[in-house]
């Protein structure tokens, strides 16, 4: 599946006969739901990888290949401390919830985190044992508990009367500590005129780059945020550099390497525009579902923040004036 196998595990018909006790056994590793591999030797040299370690790794030649030849990403990580430490000490070794930068696809590695085990088999005499690698992806139980405390947080400081700044980037910060493609968040808020943006929390962003378009206006063709406060609707640009919504805007964003960048409004239940939240990288991309679910979880949680700020800012007012 991955490439020519080994001399040492060719089979021949009659054993590859999928009715026949080791046809069954492959068939069983190529199909099972959990992540599989053995390697062997000093160097980690792929023996077997099922289809499930395959969609893990980005589907890459794998057999009769080393590690470091395969995935020269991993080579500096805890996945190969973890191979070396297995072969030599002959020990199981188990890591609940482990991260792992590999390149699925493009140039950009993508953390993922993997309940694994590390089994060392049998070794000759003097030789690092092999190892079979088994586990199963948890990345997904890993952002959402990451994501369900920093929201209680985001709530706690809004309860709390934090300045709005600090709150919305904590906000941001969800995103941002969750993404696997190194995602950079901004929210701006809609001026009292209706017609103007102005900077909210953009706690990974250039400062130069928000200095510049603080106070920008929206309208039709405004860039993502300016476009989508005007059409008080999500506007996607995957690509900056060729999207006309970005004409005048994008000699401001492309020397600080904003490549895409997509922007939702943040409303409230009656359909008033408060302000926008944007999402941009440094690469042309179009976006997930994931990334599509997370932006409702922010602009929801962003309309009740920043409308009772607002309510409280009005509050204060009258008391003034009373």
């Given at each position: 599946?991955?490439?020519?196998?080994?001399?040492?595990?060719?089979l021949d018909s009659a054993q590859m006969n999928p009715g026949s006790e080791l046809g069954q056994l492959k068939r069983m590793f190529e199909l099972a739901p959990g992540f599989a591999a053995l390697l062997e030797g000093d160097d980690h040299r792929f023996v077997m990888a099922?289809?499930?370690?395959?969609?893990?790794?980005?589907?890459?030649?794998?057999?009769?290949?080393?590690?470091?030849?395969?995935?020269?990403?991993?080579?500096?990580?805890?996945?190969?401390?973890?191979?070396?430490?297995?072969?030599?000490?002959?020990?199981?070794?188990?890591?609940?919830?482990?991260?792992?930068?590999?390149?699925?696809?493009?140039?950009?590695?993508?953390?993922?985190?993997?309940?694994?085990?590390?089994?060392?088999?049998?070794?000759?005499?003097?030789?690092?044992?092999?190892?079979?690698?088994?586990?199963?992806?948890?990345?997904?139980?890993?952002?959402?508990?990451?994501?369900?405390?920093?929201?209680?947080?985001?709530?706690?400081?809004?309860?709390?009367?934090?300045?709005?700044?600090?709150?919305?980037?904590?906000?941001?910060?969800?995103?941002?500590?969750?993404?696997?493609?190194?995602?950079?968040?901004?929210?701006?808020?809609?001026?009292?005129?209706?017609?103007?943006?102005?900077?909210?929390?953009?706690?990974?962003?250039?400062?130069?780059?928000?200095?510049?378009?603080?106070?920008?206006?929206?309208?039709?063709?405004?860039?993502?945020?300016?476009?989508?406060?005007?059409?008080?609707?999500?506007?996607?640009?995957?690509?900056?550099?060729?999207?006309?919504?970005?004409?005048?805007?994008?000699?401001?964003?492309?020397?600080?390497?904003?490549?895409?960048?997509?922007?939702?409004?943040?409303?409230?239940?009656?359909?008033?525009?408060?302000?926008?939240?944007?999402?941009?990288?440094?690469?042309?991309?179009?976006?997930?579902?994931?990334?599509?679910?997370?932006?409702?979880?922010?602009?929801?949680?962003?309309?009740?923040?920043?409308?009772?700020?607002?309510?409280?800012?009005?509050?204060?007012?009258?008391?003034?004036?009373?």
């Amino acid at each position: 599946m991955f490439g020519v196998m080994p001399e040492r595990v060719i089979l021949d018909s009659a054993q590859m006969n999928p009715g026949s006790e080791l046809g069954q056994l492959k068939r069983m590793f190529e199909l099972a739901p959990g992540f599989a591999a053995l390697l062997e030797g000093d160097d980690h040299r792929f023996v077997m990888a099922n289809a499930a370690f395959g969609d893990l790794v980005g589907r890459r030649e794998l057999v009769g290949r080393t590690l470091a030849e395969a995935l020269p990403e991993l080579a500096s990580q805890e996945f190969t401390a973890l191979l070396d430490a297995a072969a030599i000490s002959g020990g199981a070794l188990v890591e609940p919830k482990m991260s792992m930068r590999v390149i699925r696809s493009g140039d950009m590695a993508e953390e993922l985190f993997v309940s694994i085990v590390f089994q060392p088999l049998t070794s000759v005499a003097g030789k690092p044992a092999d190892v079979f690698v088994q586990g199963h992806e948890v990345t997904g139980d890993q952002r959402n508990e990451t994501i369900r405390a920093a929201h209680n947080k985001v709530l706690e400081l809004a309860i709390g009367d934090s300045p709005l700044e600090r709150t919305l980037g904590e906000l941001i910060g969800i995103v941002e500590a969750t993404s696997s493609t190194g995602v950079l968040g901004s929210i701006l808020l809609l001026d009292q005129d209706g017609k103007h943006l102005r900077h909210g929390a953009a706690p990974s962003l250039p400062p130069e780059y928000m200095a510049a378009i603080d106070g920008a206006e929206i309208g039709p063709v405004a860039g993502s945020c300016g476009t989508a406060a005007y059409r008080g609707e999500p506007v996607f640009v995957t690509d900056i550099a060729t999207d006309p919504l970005w004409a005048v805007y994008k000699a401001v964003a492309l020397p600080h390497g904003l490549q895409s960048c997509w922007s939702t409004p943040i409303m409230t239940r009656g359909g008033q525009v408060l302000g926008t939240f944007a999402m941009y990288h440094h690469e042309p991309r179009e976006p997930t579902v994931r990334d599509l679910t997370l932006v409702d979880l922010v602009t929801q949680t962003a309309a009740l923040v920043i409308d009772r700020e607002r309510a409280q800012i009005a509050l204060r007012n009258v008391g003034a004036v009373v």
